[in-house]
């Protein structure tokens, strides 16, 4: 799909304007930098979709996570102005403080989720909403500026790529080679087979959205390093963009099935697309709206595999 997808925007690029899409070296970096950071809250999300559940809170929690951070990050006033004679904190830090508000926040929706029994997305959507105000409370709606040059250095260059590869490759193993892995895709697969073989569900379940609210709380923090900036703007939407990446990618909504390499598959593809409209020239809306419809596209096949699967098993 990802070669089918670029073969397109290639063929239109030759067509309409008489360039090459892809041949460029600067293109597939890109293409990748622009989408690091909706992959790692992407690979967060597919563990979440795994289990059978779904995280609609990621884009607030990152926006939430980046203004804790960057205030933690500032070269001089902000926090550091309430203690007087402490110079500029070491970049683990803030970096650390985003993470931690971000597991906070995915430990609590997974929390609701595995012992209230609600579906996943009512307390994920509360705090998709939660989140977004406290953002803009914590600095009465105004942008945080000021970084350290180290903590900037997150989101220069590459560094943004290489964080989301690391991630990626981390959780790929994890997903694969571990227990963690093979209890994510039990619970997915049959919840009540998976509590007969012992697993304690409840306490993986929330171990899972701990594990994608951190994420997005890294997600965050590459995303303010990057803008050398905080606002509690940010990550508007990232949430869909992850989940379409994960579903994309062959993660069904289901639960039971995906994988992270398929995951990474679905970012590029969403890299691409936006790259390919924009390379093109076509109006943002008109993206938006492609983007809509692929998703459509990949929720239904999804519907028909899972179908055609328990048609066959029965």
């Not at 041949?23 to 989408?35: A, C, G, M, S, T």
């Not at 803008?227 to 639960?255: H, K, P, R, W």
């Not at 691409?272 to 943002?284: A, E, K, M, Q």
Request: charge should be positive; proline fraction near 3%; aromatic fraction near 10%.
């Amino acid at each position: 799909m990802l070669f089918g997808v670029a073969a397109l925007f290639e063929i239109l690029g030759w067509l309409l304007i008489g360039q090459s899409f892809l041949f460029n070296v600067k293109r597939l970096p890109i293409i990748i930098l622009q989408v690091s950071i909706i992959g790692i809250i992407a690979v967060g999300v597919t563990q979440v979709i795994i289990t059978s559940g779904i995280d609609l809170s990621s884009g607030s929690v990152a926006a939430m996570s980046a203004m804790v951070a960057a205030s933690f990050a500032q070269a001089s006033g902000g926090f550091l102005m309430y203690f007087d004679g402490i110079a500029d904190l070491p970049v683990i830090i803030p970096v650390a403080m985003g993470i931690i508000v971000g597991c906070g926040a995915g430990w609590l929706n997974g929390a609701i989720t595995a012992y209230t029994g609600v579906p996943p997305f009512i307390p994920t959507l509360g705090m998709l909403v939660a989140a977004r105000g406290v953002a803009v409370l914590y600095n009465d709606g105004r942008p945080i500026i000021g970084l350290t040059d180290s903590y900037k250095f997150l989101g220069s260059g590459i560094v943004p790529v290489i964080i989301f590869i690391g991630v990626a490759l981390i959780f790929h193993i994890l997903l694969t080679r571990t227990v963690y892995g093979r209890r994510t895709y039990a619970i997915g697969s049959n919840e009540e087979a998976a509590r007969i073989s012992g697993i304690n569900i409840n306490a993986h379940k929330v171990l899972v959205y701990t594990i994608a609210g951190g994420l997005a709380g890294l997600a965050g923090v590459v995303m303010s390093a990057r803008a050398t900036m905080a606002q509690s703007g940010m990550g508007f939407m990232y949430e869909l963009d992850a989940i379409a990446a994960a579903v994309i990618g062959g993660t069904s909504l289901f639960g039971g099935r995906g994988r992270i390499s398929g995951t990474v598959i679905g970012v590029l593809i969403l890299g691409v697309i936006t790259s390919g409209f924009t390379f093109l020239r076509v109006d943002f809306y008109y993206q938006e709206i492609a983007k809509g419809f692929i998703i459509l596209a990949a929720v239904i096949a999804d519907q028909y595999r899972h179908k055609r699967t328990s048609g066959g098993g029965a």
